[in-house]
């Protein structure tokens, strides 16, 4: 039966405090399943680089024709400008993205991430 | 009393308590002192990123130490009370009891486990920390001032420092009890009092050889390191009301709902 309801980045955005790096989102695990890894395609809809954490939304078509927009969460703009050289017009909307992240615990879709493929580069070093 | 800058105050391995009275000095015995410190010590400038040997790795996000710190009766009661977000036990974010999770400042040394820049900068008087981490700063005067006892205890403490040699040796004293030493939520009294030795152990590198001692929190006192290397980077923002405000944008944002029993 339904209980609490929990917005996935009221939980997730506390973690970014302590991020060190994609390894060692051990907080993440509250809200994402770290030991599973999944690729979601789709297109660019939103892309916020902005403090606690970088979002990436896109929008997955199924195979039946439906679309959901997808979230992507990543670690601060500070740290992805440092060390992969991300910044304010790395995506945008209608960019083709694959997202490879762990998934939301529940099935949400959300995406904790590991890698980002634009036009199939990716964008993250590690 | 005042503090005399004689070399015989340098010899001593614990700091004197000196009456703090600065504003008792004349503006040239101000000048005289702060050139004197001035023309010693080393060179600590520049913006530093945490840097943990590989063996830290484990835990350098979150503890100081693997082992828990040699705690108290009383220490250990209140440990027992924590609801970190990291450690044998961990709480959500939601649940946690962690003041960080507040907003209100980590506290000395918890700031270095915070993974943003630090930046020193060196004046005639003081050494100043910065952090890219809500913009905090350490002020430690090394103008020969001895402590305060006109401050409430605070967050951060206050921290006064002197040179030996190239390395600087602060002391911070005045704490408030609110922070954790670390995420774990290993407590502290009023009583802490932080002793940090900081030098370039090359160009690149700093190390802080941390001493903390309480005697109501610590059955006796205990020793931790950080390291840092140097980056050619500039401090940003990051602000941990952020986090708060983020939430804001939940009815944007994908909810799940966690089935809960009744």
Redesign the interface.
Known sequence: ???????????A????????GSS?H??AS?VYDLNQKVTMTGTVTDYQF???HVLIFFEVTAEDGTAV???AGLT?P??LA?SDGWNREMLKPGDQVSILGSP???????LWVQQVFLDGTPLLGS | MRCRATGSLFALAVLVACSPAPQDETAAQSVAVNAEYAAHGGDLTGVWEADPPESMFPY???AFTVELPPMTQWAQARFAEAKP??GSV?F???D?NDP??QCFPPGTPRVY????PMEIIQTPGRVLMLF?YDHLIRQIYTDGRGHRTDLSPSWMGDSTGRWDGETLVVETVNFNDKTWID?RGVPHSEELRVVERIRRTDENSLQIDIMIEDPLAFTEPWAAQWFYRS?D?TL?????M??VG??S??SE??????????
């Open positions: 039966m339904r209980g609490k309801v929990v917005a996935i980045f009221s939980v955005a506390g973690i970014l405090l302590f991020s060190v060692a051990h907080g509250v902005v403090n606690p927009v997808w979230s601060s500070n740290r440092r939301a615990r529940g099935g949400a879709a959300s | 350098e996000n979150f977000t990291k961990e959500s974010v939601a946690t960080v999770y486990i915070h993974p943003f890219e995420r980056v980077w940003d923002e990051f602000v941990c952020d986090n983020f939430a944008f939940e944002l994908t909810e799940f709902l966690i089935d809960t029993p009744e």
